[in-house]
């Protein structure tokens, strides 16, 4: 990496900065075009790089600055560099909600899918601005006056008067096919009962299967503890 003082001419630091870009490390490749861009102030291309570095950094207003300056420094006939410059302003202002701004570098771009749903994003904004031409008092009556599902922010725990999970049998095929007599099932936290009454049924329907059922409880001989949770 370049420090000053060396002897690394703004290309040669430059392609440092665009290595670090390549690997996410952002901030360092920040540290590098900006070096870049001052041993060659009057190159357009340190400082589109900046433009870009800028803008993967969130700072949108520095971005659209850079990009500025890149183009006053570019070739009239670079209209492929000039593009993406326009492209990227264009972008950072609609980041900061710019579009008077935005729309005067989309209205600059050629054909593209990108210049489409810029124009697109645009409309949209000023259709919402004519909608809504006060968006603080627009802000406010939602939060005062429209109504909400929940009284107020805090969560609160959910309270079920009833169970509300899928009842399951104690009596399961295990213990309908072993050779015991007698059955113990424990029900604790016994809510709505559900799972006690699904196996009543189980058993019930087990029990009235006819010469089958007869066969398998002959005097099988059943007892049930249910437990009430005290939380």
Known sequence: MSTPGSDLTSEDVRKQGNELYKAGKFTEALTQYKHAAELAPSEAAPLSNLSAVYFELGRYDESYAAGTS???????????????LYLRRAKSSIYVLKFRQAKQDVDRLGPSNDRTALEACIRVSESSRARVPDAKAAHKKIILELPRYKPKIQDALEYYVVGHDTPDSLYDEELRKSDRKKISLMFGGIGDARNFHLTLMVIAADKNSGEQGDKLFGNRKFHYTLARSLC
């Not at 890149?70 to 993406?84: G, H, P, T």
Request: charged share 35%.
């Open 70 to 84: 890149a183009l006053q420094l570019l070739a009239d006939d670079n209209e492929s560099a000039r593009q993406k």
